[in-house]
């Protein structure tokens, strides 16, 4: 009699207990899914140079590394890029990288209006509270390729060719001309610059043996100059190398998607704060490459001045005005 009580109580005991477990899971209500990190990218539609194409890259690598939620927009004028940035602004998306330049001024006006979203510029130097730009030292790597330039001619004339691009070029200018006049021993060297493939024939006829070609868009027309002319090129895009091998002996490499890279991430564990993301050639960003079909000669000299005008910035014996933004 008491076994078969105590049997009956351990059934209660039981289906107490299950009943609490059943009643306690019914009630617990499923936790919402993490809303994935959001981020967008404007471009204007006519943009067709180097930073859009780096930036896209940049977005893929963004969503692989962060598992972010990514999209690419192209605006028309200044009308659809200031509708589209406040699109983004009432959708709570959390970062806005706007490519090329028009949307500067406006920036300001529409990203006060939407404080959670951070909005950086690429390139730029423009800042706010929730306004960020992406600034690479082109001085410090144009110093690297000015003082290349100045070794691989036996003349050691080198030119500026100008194309189309942003105002980081000029910068980029003033290094490489105070690259090439550092390992200069003449007085006052003056360096000529030229526009477009009638400019190569210019640089040509003035006894220039290498050019920095600064721009953000390769004109087949200025390649194809250089390559008829024997004139070499410094370029800002390491793919002109594959597309004139004989011809480009080094470029600037600039590592957007990197940069990219660690904006967003300070902005996905909210540690952004808006200013200009600076980056040098100590950040691991900004370069110069040589092309390694120079030839064996040519690729020892290249860079021996490579490494040593490297050091030389790198140690801070170099100085240029603007940098430490």
């Known amino acids: 009699m008491v076994d078969a009580m105590r049997k009956s109580w351990y059934v209660v005991v039981a289906l107490f207990l299950l009943m609490t477990v059943l009643t306690t899971a019914c009630g617990r209500e499923d936790p919402e899914p993490a809303k994935p990190f959001t981020v967008r990218m404007l471009s204007a ?90 600034r690479f030292l082109p001085e410090e790597a144009g110093y690297l390729a000015g003082a290349v330039a100045g070794e691989i001619v036996p003349d050691r004339r080198v030119g500026l060719l100008r194309g189309v691009g942003g105002a980081w070029l000029e910068a980029l200018e003033d290094g490489f001309v105070a690259g090439y006049r550092a390992r200069q021993r003449s007085g006052k060297i003056t360096v000529e610059a030229a526009e477009g493939p009638d400019g190569v024939w210019e640089l040509m006829s003035a006894g220039i043996g290498v050019a920095l070609y600064a721009s953000d868009r390769s004109d087949p027309a200025v390649l194809s100059a250089a390559h008829n002319s024997g004139i070499l090129l410094v370029t800002t895009d390491p793919d002109f190398m594959h597309v004139e091998p004989e011809v480009v002996i080094a470029a600037i490499e600039v590592d957007v998607p990197e940069a990219m890279l660690r904006v967003a991430r300070e902005v996905r564990d909210g540690a952004f704060s808006g200013r200009v993301f600076s980056f040098d050639l100590g950040s691991g960003v900004l370069d110069v490459v040589l092309n390694p079909d120079l030839g064996a000669d040519r690729l020892a000299v290249a860079a021996d001045a490579l490494e040593e005008a490297r050091s030389e910035v790198t140690a801070g014996l170099v100085e240029f005005d603007g940098l430490g933004l």
């Not at 500067?104 to 960020?132: I, Q």
Request: net charge negative; proline share 3%; hydrophobic share 45%.
């Open 45 to 134: 539609r006519s943009l067709s140079g180097r930073w859009e194409r780096a930036a896209e890259r940049g977005l893929g690598l963004i969503a692989a590394e962060l598992d972010a939620d990514v999209a690419r927009f192209r605006v028309e004028d200044q009308g659809d890029a200031r509708a589209r940035l406040a699109e983004q602004g009432r959708a709570g998306v959390e970062l806005v990288f706007c490519v090329g330049a028009g949307v500067e001024k406006m920036l300001h006006s529409e990203a006060a209006a939407f404080p959670a979203t951070a909005f950086v510029l690429l390139p730029g130097r423009d800042h706010g509270p929730n306004v960020g730009s992406i």
